[in-house]
C-alpha cells in the first residue's frame, strides 16, 4: 500500500491550487481517503474524507466551504483544491487511508502519504 | 482547543512506564472507537493503536490503548530514546466528522 503527494507547492494569496494523492497497492475505489492539516508547530486537524468509489464525501465543520475534496478513481487519485488561498492555508497536508467500504467513513487511518507542504506568502 | 483533550508534554526516563491521556465526550469517545498515532519530527503520523486497544502488525506489544466512559489513554511501557515523538488520540464525532486531540509531545529523559 502507498499514498504518494504531489510536491511542495509556493503561492500567493488568491491563488487557487489543487494537491493530489495518489494510492497504489490496494483496491482505490474500497477505502476512504482523508486529507489532514498540519499548521507550522501545531498538531493534526481532520479535513475530510471521500470514497472515490461514489465520491461520498464529508467535511469537517471546520473546513466545509474552505477546501473541495475530490477523487479520479480512474487513475486513482485523490485531490484537495483551494479557489483562493489564504496565508493561513500554510501547512502541511497529509492524505491516508480510511476505512473500506461505503458505510466505514469512521474508521482510522492506517497508511498515510508523505505530505505536501503548501506555502502561501505574498 | 481540541475537543478531544491531551497533556501538552509528558516525559519519562528509559525503561519507565508513561501513560497519556484524552479526554472528550459523549458524541466522540464514549460512542466511537478511539485511536492513537505517533508523530517522529519532520515524518507523517503512524497508526499505533486502533479500536480502543489494538495494535497494527509491526507496532511493539509496549504500546498499549484503553478506554472507559469518556476517556482515553495510551500506555508506553519500557520506555526507550526512539519513543520519543508526538502522540495524537484521535475519534469520530457524531456530529459528522473526524477529530485529533491537540497531541501530547513525549520526552525520553
Known amino acids: 500500500v502507498q499514498l504518494v503527494q504531489s510536491g511542495a507547492e509556493v503561492k500567493k494569496p488568491g491563488e487557487s491550487l489543487t494537491i493530489s494523492c495518489k494510492g497504489s497497492?490496494?483496491?482505490?475505489?474500497?477505502?476512504?481517503i482523508g486529507w489532514v492539516r498540519q499548521m507550522p508547530g501545531r498538531g493534526l486537524e481532520w479535513m475530510g474524507i471521500?470514497?472515490?468509489?461514489?465520491?461520498?464525501?464529508r467535511y469537517s465543520p471546520s473546513f466545509q466551504g474552505q477546501v473541495t475534496i475530490s477523487a479520479d478513481k480512474s487513475i486513482s487519485t485523490a485531490y484537495l483544491q483551494w479557489s483562493s488561498l489564504k496565508a493561513s492555508d500554510t501547512a502541511m497536508y497529509f492524505c491516508?487511508?480510511?476505512?473500506?467500504?461505503?458505510?466505514?467513513?469512521?474508521?482510522?487511518?492506517?497508511?498515510w502519504g508523505q505530505g505536501t507542504l503548501v506555502t502561501v506568502s505574498s | 482547543q481540541s475537543v478531544l483533550t491531551q497533556p501538552p508534554s509528558a516525559s519519562g526516563t528509559p525503561g519507565q512506564r508513561v501513560t497519556i491521556s484524552c479526554s472528550g465526550g459523549s458524541s466522540n469517545i464514549k460512542s466511537n472507537y478511539v485511536y492513537w498515532y505517533q508523530q517522529l519530527p519532520g515524518t507523517a503520523p503512524r497508526l499505533l493503536i486502533y479500536r480502543n486497544n489494538q495494535r497494527p502488525s509491526g507496532v511493539p506489544d509496549r504500546f498499549s490503548g484503553s478506554k472507559s466512559g469518556t476517556s482515553a489513554s495510551l500506555a508506553i511501557s519500557g520506555l526507550r530514546s526512539e519513543d520519543e515523538a508526538h502522540y495524537y488520540c484521535?475519534?469520530?464525532?457524531?456530529?459528522?466528522?473526524?477529530?485529533f486531540g491537540g497531541g501530547t509531545k513525549l520526552t525520553v529523559l
Open positions: 471521500i470514497y472515490p468509489g461514489d465520491s461520498d464525501t
Open positions: 497497492g490496494f483496491s482505490f475505489t474500497s477505502y476512504w
Open positions: 491516508a487511508r480510511g476505512g473500506s467500504g461505503d458505510w466505514n467513513y469512521r474508521d482510522y487511518f492506517d497508511y
Open positions: 484521535a475519534a469520530w464525532d457524531d456530529s459528522l466528522s473526524g477529530l
